[in-house]
């Protein structure tokens, strides 16, 4: 099996309604690009600093594939992107980012996330970022986690106050081409416990896992 020489394929976050891991065939990497192509954003608004969508929806699906592939690909313990696939129902509807670099030594990660727009508002962005924050905080031994939203993205602005985080200051980025302002949010170990409120489940964190994520028996 896969999962005996890339033991993160082992891995479950579950929350109350939602199944987090990678993808085990490549059906649901289809089934995922589908989504995204479907829609993921307002066509007004770009809440990408890289505008994977901005190229219609066969280029946004093709983007969902090569993205999965590329993280995965390209895997290193000390600089690392886990690309969870969120499943509700046992469908994927998106995507939660978690990436640590020398995750052993900063005690950080930072999370991304998007899903698919007819899933959006019933509060399962909010679900799938706390499942991540629990995986980093009680099973890796993170000490903050880092995010960031543009500042017209109300939602993914609310879902970061919500699970506590605190402003971190802004960054100007150019998108499109044109200069953006972007939101950047902290959480720290503390501010997570007084905000904890999803029940979150993590199966097939072992060592070996640890060993893919850059951490050691001594550093867990």
């Known amino acids: 099996m896969l999962a005996d020489h890339l033991p993160i394929y082992r891995l479950r976050l579950r929350t109350e309604r939602l199944e987090l891991r990678l993808p085990e065939n490549f059906d649901e990497i289809a089934e995922l690009a589908d989504t995204a192509a479907a829609g993921v954003h307002d066509p007004g608004f770009m809440p990408f600093g890289i505008p994977w969508t901005a190229d219609g929806p066969k280029t946004t699906a093709r983007n969902v594939a090569i993205y ?8 290193d313990a000390r600089a690392w992107t886990l690309p969870f696939y969120v499943f509700l129902e046992g469908r994927p509807i998106g995507v939660q980012d978690i990436k640590g670099v020398e995750l052993d030594v ?9 899903i698919g727009r007819a899933h959006q508002g019933k509060g399962i962005g909010k679900e799938m970022r706390a499942a991540v924050l629990h995986f980093a905080f009680a099973e890796l031994g993170a000490d903050y986690a880092t ?9 993914s602005a609310g879902v970061s106050r919500s699970l506590g985080y605190r402003d971190d200051g ?7 081409g044109v200069r953006r302002t972007e939101l950047r949010w902290r959480l720290s170990r503390d ?4 905000h904890r409120k999803h029940e979150v489940v ?4 072992d060592d070996d896992v640890k060993d893919m994520l850059g951490l050691t028996k001594e550093t867990s």
Do not use: C, K
Request: aromatic share 12%; no cysteine; net charge negative.
């Open 170 to 176: 802004i960054r100007l980025p150019v998108v499109q």
């Open 202 to 205: 993590v199966e097939g964190l």
């Open 147 to 155: 995010s960031s939203s543009y500042d017209a993205n109300a939602a």
């Open 68 to 75: 999965y592939h590329h993280v995965i690909g390209r895997w």
């Open 106 to 114: 900063t005690r950080e990660v930072a999370t991304g996330s998007w």
């Open 191 to 194: 501010d997570w416990e007084a």
